[in-house]
């Protein structure tokens, strides 16, 4: 099995290429001193150089090729390595090298725009640049596939399987159904946000809590560590080494708590891929959606239910004596689950978050689609906002300008975001089948959870797609409708029972 | 100039896979979670491979030889350039590629066990790696020479020009003057240690001191950052970036105080390399002589004078009320320079160092040279200790498990140590007649310091070698008396005056 051997080898050398440039990106984003950057930036560039040359040499992709002719003959494991090797290949192989590297720096160039124009409020700064990446990533698409839907294309690249139909008919649900729940809601919520929610938590206590959130969740630190950066986000190489960051805000404590129980829902679907998937391309999260599905059912589910703070509620009292003594467990309960109309997405509650993405998946579909011109954009942006969320944004910074995605050219990746808090809604539907969640949750023992999406879901790594998951574990394919109506019970017994 | 062009091409990208392993080496020795060694082994030896090969390609190779030969017509820069890469080539083009391959293997795992080792004080868990270690190394010299002295080749790895004979005069020296006047000190010496030295010192407000002397010594945190480690040590991958470790004992302030001062000094030496001399294989310290020669002197010369201290002491007190505000600035000056047997390197006074090295020196002669079994170390080890220092470690983590060096194949490397503490007494003469030395540290101005070390030795990088430097800056070879002199006249006077 000589071709085999040569795929293995050149693979192996490819993950060692990437497991450096992870680490640095780890550096890089931690703790790296500001002036290290411009050599930094330009050796790493050699190495990830060094990386698709040797990814896209003929002596790979002969490899790869001859593999997935022959795919049928391999085992169920081997397959999915194939397909998932010609399946990148597929990505990079037909986009000439030159447009290639003018895309690279158009975005390095974008991204800055991109910052600035968002500091100074500023769209107009923006907008070509924002036209410019439209018009690349159309064209890169038509290098990859003959089609008239270029958004269909990159949908599917952040979700396998997914499509503007799909997608269309789960965005249909929410705006038909959530649309009208949230301003119910809003209309019967009580006026005046609790005092507790933004009061002054010092940070090292934060720090100390987010530990005692590790331990609970189970979080092997011989496998990984905490640390601090201005986004939160998880880190990882192999199942033995998963990393996390949060940040502390001093005036809003619940950011770093449900950060920090969010990224230890990615972690832990990391650590928990078989070991044995590690020295294949199968070892990490099947996709963007799927992950996404296990962050928010730490942080929802798990994290913002009764249950699991009427074990751990007393120890956060403890260590913020002063904010939270006086803070019933119910009243606590509903500042965690606080629903209001916000204009910036990563703030946003759990309720509204959807129509936050909501908004973003019409405006992609009518960019790529419609082919509406970027001039008109931020009205339109506002005019959903206040359609959806009765706000409107008074700044182009907190409207079009707030999220970094469409200036890294990343069209097609906000809806699963959505994607994965309604994956999580009918995975815990079926999850609840087996376990009595509730109890579980009072008696602060998170790891027959944790077994159950370990033995459900994370172990497979990129073994199954989320189709395939979603088929084994729940019995039938996505339904938007367990999203639904997980909201609708949630939030209506919190705010419209009385 | 093709040639050369081929050269610095090749060059760029060693410097980015050293760049890489360097940042990857950094997380390994600073955070990464423990169980995350074994794949990270195997995947970094690939990129060291990768390195290792294009470093002895025929096409690098074939550069390196014909600027070699062509050396004449370079300029001055160019030529060192060409011999620094000549001379690593040496090092390395007789060694088989899966040999090192392996050897780099070993000694990733090696220091993990090593670690293990130590903390559970087994030095039998470590003898199998040491014993695989000092026979790799004594293999990988034989490929490079035809010598029945290995030691000799190591000691010339780590410190170009040096030998056991040059050594062995060195050490000869340290034995006849230091070993009876330490033991004389020793004699005079109050026996009552000062309490003050091992009172309890919280761990933050050591980090918050440490703060205050980079601020102190001009160290530039746009360029680098302080973190903490088992084994404090610089780090640095360009002048843009240097970065440096401590560790905290919250019974023994010094260790803190003195490792950061000592880190710095190797800290400034690289930050004050000509930053122009990043694009080529001269930009790092000449020798590790030269370095320890700048830590030490920063550490001892300064850091111990008093002069500097009736500038700072009261910071220091400050911050430390309860340890320090009833010790006088003359008994705290001799707390810092107090003299005893002890059993741990890093933790010695400045008089007593030597006899440290000393016994290591003899140590690694007798592994190298004299083929003496690792099952007998431990015992050899004592035996030195007892007859040097009067002194014998009670467990094998306080005696010969206490040292990084040799778990990474560092065989040869502690010599340099005292040479540079050797170095630096020789610069000191010579920095006295050109500036008020005391008086600059009375008034707690660094910089004149700061820049004529950076003039004179740290902005040259490896343009000159150690013997030039010693010639051009101090006007003769080196000449150990000038240590001697300095230990004593500094010795005596706060011990044997009376």
Known sequence: MQTWDRFKAIQKKLKAYSLALNIASWDSNTEAPKKCFPYRAEMLS????ESFALETSPEYVGAVEAMYEARENLSAQDREEVIQAKRTLDKILKIPKDVYTDYVKLLNMSQRIWEDAKENDDYDLFKPYLEKIVATQKQLVTYRHDTSDPYNVLLDDFEAGMSMEKYDAFFDAIKTELVPFVKEVLAARPNKKPAFIEAFYDKADQKRFVEKLMAIFQYDT???????????????????????TVRYLENFVFSSIFAAIHELGHALYEMNIAEALDTTN??????MGIHESQSRFYENIIGRDKAFWSKHYQALQDMFPKQLS?????DFYLGINWVEESC???????????LHILIRYEMERAIFNDGIDVETLPK???????????????????????????????FGYFPTYALGSAYAAQFY????????????????????INDWLKDKIHQFGKLKSPEQLLLDVTGEPFNPQYYIRYLKEKYRALYLKG
């Not at 376990?435 to 008696?443: G, K, N």
């Open 46 to 49: 050699i190495i990830s150089g």
């Open 222 to 244: 011989d496998r990984g560590l905490l640390k601090e950066s201005v986004h939160p986000f998880t880190w990882n190489t192999h199942s033995q080494d998963v990393r996390f």
């Open 282 to 287: 199968l070892n990490t999260g099947t996709s």
């Open 326 to 330: 006086d803070v019933s467990l119910d």
């Open 344 to 354: 910036i997405r990563v703030e946003a509650d759990e309720l509204t978050y959807p």
């Open 380 to 410: 339109l942006w506002n005019h959903k906002m206040k359609t959806y969320l009765n706000i409107e944004p008074s700044t182009a910074s907190e409207g079009i300008l707030q999220d970094v995605h469409w200036s890294g050219g990343a």
């Open 429 to 448: 539907d079926t999850m609840q089948k087996d376990l009595d969640f509730t109890a579980l949750l009072e008696a602060g023992d998170l790891k027959p």
